[in-house]
């Protein structure tokens, strides 16, 4: 008897609906019509089976917290400074509250793993860090969080948060993240995080480039710092509207660099859109990197959720599918290829910054996600709902199928 056993599900290659058989956390049988039984089986009901969502880039620390903010302008700036002051009372009981609902959140949207970035800095000390540590402890049974632990409000200027972030790493922060426009030395701050990273042997991730002037871009200076430390394949970078500014000729010279340094790239659609631009008019520009062109060249691209219900992101679900079909509607996505790259980027990419496995076959562990969906097109395209996952072959939870009641 199987432990558990997934009927008439959709995916890969196959054609025809397969049976999927799983016995202590492993995947043990793919084939159609499995007739053994099961301490628990599941018909897909001809839906889709895939790997699951990663969240490659959120904030967990600084969510759910439009009740302590005031949005006025709408700008970056206003929402740094908001957010500043709100960090001043965060707690780490309250982080922990905040952070576990949106992990609920992700969990019921059939997210697997998730990168969060945690300020590590005089206002919140290792609070938050250690609160998200422990959230990272507690959810587990359904997902994977990694921690990078994040200079949000500069550090060349800040002599404790150097020394904290080093303390967060000793204590078991997974990676380091740098945020070079809010400090008064860019370059200096991006030697400063790579020469962290090296000491303790941990990858980069960069907040960069958020605004719409196409000038002074910091991805050469990230190229050079990446290439001369050998680091490729282990930095990436989030935001980068500046791309989306620049001229045909300004973003292949930029797309170069990335590529050549192994560069991934992380596209946050709702945060994107809705800060950048205000000061234009009538028309406002998108303020938002369409990634496919990167992704055309071997970029490694993903797409995320960044903020939840804060000064960043005033709204917001953790739905990564809703973030793709967000993200496919502002690049003017149409073609099925075009759409299976905006899913791929919440996939197998996303998976691939996380370095986590996604392979669905036999010997591996069952760590799936059922979409109300046929495709990976169709789920993009109609925002599916996931109706149930399971990681190493337990059940983590379930959506309800939508009825209809004809009276």
């Known amino acids: 008897m199987f432990d558990l056993l997934i009927k008439n599900a959709r995916f890969g290659e196959a054609e025809e609906p397969q049976d999927i058989s799983v016995s202590k956390g492993l995947i043990e049988t793919i084939q159609s019509k499995i007739t053994s039984s099961a301490k628990q089986v599941f018909d897909a009901e001809n839906h889709f089976l895939c790997s699951g969502f990663f969240e490659s880039h959120i904030h967990l620390d600084k969510a759910c917290i439009l009740n302590r903010s005031t949005i006025e302008e709408g700008t970056l700036n206003e929402a740094v400074e908001e957010t500043g002051k709100a960090k001043e009372k965060f707690t780490e009981e309250d982080v922990f509250k ?192 369409n990634a496919n062109e990167l992704s055309e060249m071997g970029i490694n691209t993903t797409i995320s959720s960044n903020n939840i219900l804060n000064g960043f992101t005033p709204y917001g679900d953790a739905s990564l599918i809703r973030m793709a079909n967000m993200y496919a509607n502002v690049a003017q996505l149409s073609q099925d290829s075009a759409l299976l790259e905006a899913y791929n980027m919440i996939t197998k990419n996303a998976a691939k910054l996380l370095n986590i496995p996604t392979e669905i076959r036999v010997g591996k562990p069952a760590n799936f996600v059922i979409l109300e969906a046929k495709n990976a097109v169709e789920a993009v395209r109609t925002i599916s709902q996931p109706l149930i996952g399971f990681k190493n072959g337990k059940q983590t939870f379930s959506n309800s199928k939508a009825e209809i009641y004809f009276n």
């Open 98 to 289: 905040r952070a576990s609902q949106v992990v609920e959140m992700a969990i019921k949207k059939g997210t697997m793993a998730l990168r969060t970035f945690v300020e590590t800095d005089p206002k919140t000390k290792l609070q938050s860090f250690h609160a998200i540590k422990k959230v990272k402890e507690k959810y587990a049974f359904a997902i994977d969080i990694e921690i990078c632990v994040f200079a949000q409000e500069g550090l060349t200027q800040e002599k404790e948060t150097q020394h904290l972030l080093k303390e967060a790493l000793e204590n078991g922060a997974d990676l380091i993240g740098g945020c070079p426009y809010k400090d008064e030395n860019p370059e200096n701050h991006i030697e400063m995080i790579f020469e962290m990273a090296e000491k303790f042997d941990v990858n980069v991730d960069f907040h960069l480039d958020f605004d719409l002037d196409s000038s002074n871009s910091s991805i050469p200076k990230i190229s050079k710092e990446t290439l001369k430390r050998n680091y490729q394949g282990r930095v990436s970078i989030g935001h980068v509207t500046k791309l989306a500014a620049m001229s045909k000729s300004q973003r292949q010279e930029m797309k170069k660099l990335l590529k050549e340094a192994d560069i991934a790239l992380t596209v946050l659609p709702a945060t994107d859109i809705f800060l950048n631009g205000r000061d234009h008019e009538p028309l406002v520009p998108r303020g938002m990197v």
